[in-house]
T-cell receptor, first 115, second 111 residues
Framework: ETGVTQTPRHLVMGMTNKKSLKCEQH?????MYWYKQSAKKPLELMFV???????ENNSVPSRFSPECPNSSHLFLHLHTLQPEDSALYLC??????????????FGQGTRLTVV | LAKTTQPISMDSYEGQEVNITCSHN???????ITWYQQFPSQGPRFIIQ???TKVTNEVASLFIPADRKSSTLSLPRVSLSDTAVYYC????????????FGRGTSLIVHP
């Protein structure tokens, strides 16, 4: 248990569906992240929310839409996805920036399958 | 883009010490070096972090030379359960602080 909880753990959706992934952290952190991990590929950063800024990977399609209503919750809204979007979606949080000496905590991920 | 280079894969046997080296030639002055472990279908897990010289905790040691252009994760006496992908992280290529992952090193521990 890392203190970062993702729901659901598994999701199967059709290409015309709309669904949302949820992430909640109970660590009091001020930054939250969405990563995508496709089969046998490295983790790909999708979005970052922090007190100072929101950062997004410009290569992420608009069919992925993040929402961060407060510092403890992060959502990833999905609509009209493609089969190639099937992947493990990971949420993480940190207090400050990991490259500056802190640790990122990851959730268990949501295994998404688009059919 | 990640600015680290690691071996793609390594093999070892139970009870051996494993050293995984990561190159980060363009590490920023303020960057820390962090190592994560990831099992299949799970999120990465923090192993160890350091800025310079040597850091040791209950699971690993991290060796960082004076120029900080590389680092070595040392796993003492590995077991089968250490089979995983190991990632070395520094700051983002663009100079920001966002944790950006490379391809990591797939370690397989054999009986």
């Amino acid at each position: 248990e890392t203190g970062v909880t993702q729901t659901p753990r598994h999701l199967v959706m059709g290409m015309t569906n709309k669904k949302s992934l949820k992430c909640e952290q109970h660590l009091g952190h001020n930054a939250m992240y969405w990563y995508k991990q496709s089969a046998k590929k490295p983790l790909e950063l999708m979005f970052v929310y922090s007190l100072e800024e929101r950062v997004e990977n410009n290569s992420v399609p608009s069919r992925f839409s993040p929402e961060c209503p407060n510092s403890s919750h992060l959502f990833l809204h999905l609509h009209t996805l493609q089969p190639e979007d099937s992947a493990l979606y990971l949420c993480a949080s940190s207090q400050g920036w990991p490259a500056r000496g802190t640790e990122a905590f990851f959730g268990q991920g949501t295994r998404l399958t688009v059919v | 883009l990640a600015k680290t280079t690691q071996p793609i894969s390594m093999d070892s046997y139970e009870g051996q010490e494993v050293n995984i080296t990561c190159s980060h030639n363009n590490i920023a002055t303020n960057d820390y070096i962090t190592w994560y472990q990831q099992f299949p279908s799970q999120g990465p897990r923090f192993i160890i972090q350091g800025y310079k010289t040597k850091v040791t905790n209950e699971v690993a040691s991290l060796f960082i030379p004076a120029d900080r252009k590389s680092s070595t994760l040392s796993l003492p006496r590995v077991s089968l359960s250490d089979t995983a992908v190991y990632y070395c992280l520094v700051g983002d290529e663009g100079g920001s602080y966002i944790p950006t992952f490379g391809r990591g090193t797939s370690l397989i521990v054999h009986p």
